[in-house]
């Protein structure tokens, strides 16, 4: 069930939710140098596909190169423009949009027009710049630190997640973006704790009995393991289409946060992710996708299925998404007023799990100081 037994400490103040040094501080301990999800194979699945993003204000371009995915910075060395504005495309070659200068999959210079008026060339400044990229399922991670540990390292305790099915397993059903008026620990706190679920989600998503839910904590990230109420008609619809696409699936829901952003939920055929990014000390933005399983061997009937599943999922998590954001500003607002220190139950365990992580990160002592000696010793071991 739960690790803890009694009720925890919250070990962040409020003030840690809307100062503009803490989020500073958290930019640059905990973000920056972090793996990053930044897109899905859909975003490029063929050969020469590509798209580009922004982290943290710096564009990258994702390649796909003969079904392997690179990630460069999206600007020439040449005159500095952007390689492409384009959200997504696809070409023959990595080739700048300004020039015509083209690159090779290790970033060196290729073709380059009229490439007499620039003799003699001593090749390394005319490189591209080239970051690390990490492909787990359907999902692809990018990170601008090039000491930043193997993102495997990360997903040790989670791989199940990704690697119970190949990613071509996965079709993408939608994503979509929300700017939510409320710092990210807001939000990310709210999503790993279940004690919210019978007063907000009264008839769109809730657990069976308390005992029935169970807790990991991790030092990068935590685990929690549950039953979906449902009606059973609603069970017998979702286990008869779970049986068509993939039989064994597991109905348990199962939710995944590696430090600090990073959410990954799992239930019978569906898979969702969701990154947050804080885009300031009070708002962050939110990206979500859903993905649905294929069947191993398709079928113009086994297509559909997974179209009209992933409609149906994608429904209703945009409607528990919703019932959650109608909060945020009045957690946010609570935050910047509050004189309380706050408690955390042993349900909400998984909050005390990311506010120690965060605490410890930006080296926020106090917090560790009040935990009692038992939590302590847990945490650490």
């Given at each position: 069930?739960?690790?803890?037994q009694s ?23 905990m973000?920056?140098?972090?793996w ?53 495309g ?12 083209e ?45 930043c ?23 993408h ?9 409320a ?6 706190e ?27 904590i ?65 708002t ?43 909060l ?8 910047e007023h ?19 992580h ?19 010793r847990?945490?650490?071991?």
């Amino acid at each position: 069930m739960f690790v803890n037994q009694s009720k925890l400490p919250h070990l962040l103040l409020p003030e840690h939710y809307s100062s503009q040094s803490q989020h500073e501080v958290e930019l640059e301990t905990m973000f920056r140098p972090q793996w990053h999800w930044v897109g899905s194979l859909h975003d490029a699945p063929d050969d020469g596909d590509f798209f580009t993003r922004e982290l943290f204000g710096v564009p990258i371009l994702v390649r796909n190169h003969q079904g392997a995915y690179h990630c460069f910075l999206n600007v020439c060395p040449h005159r500095h423009s952007t390689l492409s504005n384009e959200r997504c495309g696809s070409s023959p070659t990595l080739k700048c949009q300004y020039h015509g200068w083209e690159f090779n999959v290790d970033g060196s210079s290729g073709r380059i027009p009229d490439a007499k008026n620039f003799r003699p060339m001593s090749g390394g400044p005319e490189c591209l710049k080239k970051f690390s990229v990490s492909v787990h399922g359907p999902l692809i991670f990018v990170s601008l630190h090039q000491s930043c540990p193997p993102l495997t390292d990360q997903f040790k305790p989670f791989a199940t997640v990704t690697e119970e099915f190949s990613g071509d397993r996965w079709a993408h059903a939608e994503t979509w973006h929300y700017d939510f008026p409320a710092n990210w620990k807001v939000v990310a706190e709210n999503t790993v704790e279940s004690y919210h679920l019978e007063s907000v989600h009264t008839d769109s998503f809730r657990f069976e009995p308390e005992d029935e839910i169970e807790h990991e904590i991790h030092d990068g990230g935590t685990i929690m393991r549950a039953t979906i109420h449902a009606s059973p008609n609603a069970m017998r619809f979702s286990r008869w289409v779970t049986s068509q696409l993939h039989p064994d699936c597991s109905p348990r829901y199962r939710m995944y946060h590696l430090f600090p952003h990073l959410f990954l939920m799992r239930a019978d055929a569906m898979l969702q992710a969701m990154v947050l990014m804080p885009t300031s000390p009070i708002t962050c933005r939110a990206t979500v996708s859903v993905f649905v399983l294929r069947r191993e061997q398709e079928t113009a009937w086994s297509k559909w299925l997974t179209r009209f599943w992933g409609r149906i999922k994608t429904s209703a998590v945009k409607k528990i998404l919703a019932e959650d954001a109608s909060l945020y500003p009045g957690i946010q607002m609570g935050m910047e007023h509050s004189p309380f220190k706050g408690c955390v139950s042993a349900r909400e365990e998984l909050v005390h799990a990311l506010q120690n992580h965060v605490a410890e990160k930006c080296g926020l002592q106090a917090g560790r100081d009040v935990l009692p000696e038992d939590c302590r010793r847990e945490m650490s071991s």
